[in-house]
């Protein structure tokens, strides 16, 4: 049996799945971790998907050690598997479960909230001399005033920086807050006489910091002159004459993700860093650094809140413009079908996104002819939508007494010509006469299907290039005749090449059987078959591509009503 050790003061914060937390003191080494007290565990955790054998933390040469003893699902630190490490403060235990129990490490004690602290110091034969100066009671009231408050936030983070200095008796403190590169940004600056100062005025050093940002860690030095050499001899050190140097991280565990816009737990998310330096050496109590850790504490989860209510609100913003968006997307589509006197049409379009890069529009020409054309726009949201409006209004614009393959050129050529836009679309367009006549040009469009006798066969293979690909692609239009009775069903490759829970394909066999089996069907009742065929077959598994049927059935040249009789 392991023969257990006096320890350096160290702290598990053990953060549950619902978000409720606790700390437990490490008080033996090995100190054992897993589920239930079967195996002996100092830390038992309730989880029955963790191991009962699942870690140790070991003390040896001066640093804890975190062992795997046998996790089922591995044992992870900061989001990297491992089998044996050494353990930094403040890093994060998780057991491979996304959904799981987190630990986070503490060195020394942990930090407390500042309630926390306020509690203890009622219990004056718990605490050192120190913790009865009134100045400390005052700082701390102070500040717990000042988180309840609704000061506005800069004033509120000024205060808790005043603090700081206070209590250190720092020359001047910076708060710098992380930024999405990695790297930080002077927030705000204060002097020990109080008042701000201009950021610009307070340069830290570029050494501390980078050891701040490399381990995660506090860097406090009393005295410089006792420091590191690399931290003695810094410029900036050098140059300002500096006696005592302080900073530190200020970090948080959660993290926004944007697939379902919630905030989770993330080990060691960096949300700024708290900076105070002095042409002094300093001094401090016990109490003092507890007191000064449990400020970058609220420092830090201040300036979380405010990043998670400007993303929430970021977030807000861009469901009301894609929101915004999708409504005059769907606007610009055909409301209504009317009953043409040469042949039926019906459509729709369902995006995977709330905006997508398919469309399909009718344009009567004349009480004879009418266009037609369904499209899809490589890519979602808002850029492929964007092309899909371009594409819509210039069809629109330009077809009308003009020849389909120069209008054809034109679009392209305008794609093309904006290469920032980089998107092209394949599309059909035909323009259907009474006769039965149709004129046509696919590019790069799935060919459509045609019943006739009730077999569909795919016809009108693609004979061009999608349109925004080459700007010096040639275009030229088809010709065919329709019979009375013929349906031609459109599609975009989000019908064919729907997915079942097994990623398997819809595939064109299916749509042809889907087709064939209510080919008698009006074409309303054939477009919701061919729905339903493709809703039953994916069974609910997310699409990666919208969706989209245009289908028309040729009538034929109606007779006459024959005159009545005088």
């Not at 619902?18 to 038992?44: E, K, M, Y």
């Not at 860097?219 to 050499?229: F, G, L, Q, T």
Request: proline letters at 4%.
């Amino acid at each position: 049996m392991p023969i257990e050790q006096d320890i350096p003061e160290a702290s598990l914060e053990v953060i549950e799945a619902d978000g409720t937390r606790r700390t437990v003191g490490v008080t033996h080494s090995p100190f054992l971790i897993g589920r239930g007290s079967d195996a002996g565990n100092h830390l038992q955790l309730a989880d029955p998907r963790i191991s009962r054998n699942c870690a140790a933390l070991v003390y040896e040469d001066g640093a804890f050690r975190l062992q795997d003893r046998g996790s089922r699902c591995g044992l992870f630190v900061n989001g990297e598997r491992i089998n044996s490490l050494a353990l930094r403060d403040a890093d994060a235990i998780t057991f491979g479960l996304a959904d799981g129990v987190q630990l986070v490490f503490h060195h020394g004690q942990a930090r407390e909230t500042l309630p926390q602290l306020l509690a203890q110091l009622g219990q004056a034969g718990s605490l050192e001399p120190e913790a009865r100066d009134l100045r400390h009671l005052n700082l701390l009231l102070e500040a717990t005033t000042l988180l309840q408050s609704q000061m506005p936030l800069e004033e509120l983070l000024g205060a808790m920086l005043d603090s700081a200095v206070t209590l250190t008796t720092a020359d001047r403190g910076l708060l710098l807050e992380a930024d999405a590169a990695g790297g930080l940004r002077p927030l705000l600056a204060r002097r020990r006489e109080g008042g701000s100062l201009p950021v610009a005025s307070v340069v830290p050093s570029k050494t501390v910091l980078a050891q701040v940002l490399d381990r995660r860690r506090s860097v406090i030095e009393e005295d410089v002159r006792k420091a590191e050499a690399a931290l003695r001899g810094a410029g900036s050190v050098v140059g300002q004459q500096l006696g005592s140097v302080i900073a530190i991280p200020l970090v948080s565990h959660q993290m926004f993700r944007a697939s379902d816009a919630t905030f989770v737990d993330a080990p060691m998310n960096l949300v700024g860093v708290l900076y105070l330096d002095s042409r002094r050496p300093v001094a401090f109590s016990g109490l003092e650094r507890r007191i000064l850790d449990t400020l970058a504490l609220e420092a830090a989860s201040i300036l979380e809140n405010a990043r998670l209510v400007k993303k929430e609100r970021e977030r807000l913003r861009l469901e009301q413009e894609l929101s915004t968006a999708r409504r005059i997307q769907q606007a610009l589509l055909p409301k209504s079908f009317q009953d043409f006197p040469h042949f039926q049409v019906t459509g729709i379009n369902r995006s995977c996104q709330a905006v997508g890069g398919d469309y399909f529009d009718l344009m009567e020409l004349s009480p004879e002819r009418t266009a037609f054309v369904i499209a899809d726009v490589c890519g979602k949201g808002l850029g492929a939508a964007l092309v899909t409006a371009i594409l819509q209004g210039t069809f629109s614009a330009m077809t009308a007494g003009r020849d389909l393959a120069q209008v054809f050129a034109h679009v392209n050529r305008f794609i093309c010509a904006r290469s920032e836009v980089q998107r092209y679309a394949t599309l059909f367009f035909g323009i259907l006469d009474a006769t039965g006549r149709l004129e046509f040009i696919n590019a790069g469009h799935p060919p459509p299907l045609r019943v006739r006798g009730g077999r569909a066969e795919s016809v009108f293979a693609a004979q061009s290039l999608p349109v925004g690909l080459f700007p010096e692609t040639e275009f030229q239009a088809e010709f065919s005749t329709l019979e009375p009775g013929d349906t031609l069903v459109f599609f975009t490759d989000g019908i064919n090449e729907a997915m079942d829970p097994q990623r398997q394909t819809f595939g064109m066999e299916r749509l042809k059987q889907a087709v064939e089996s209510r080919a008698i069907l009006g074409v309303e009742e054939l477009r919701t078959g061919i729905l339903a065929a493709v809703e039953e077959f994916t069974r609910g598994a997310p699409q990666a591509d919208d969706i989209t049927l245009l289908i028309l059935r040729y009538r034929g040249i109606r007779k006459a009503e024959p005159a009545a009789a005088a």
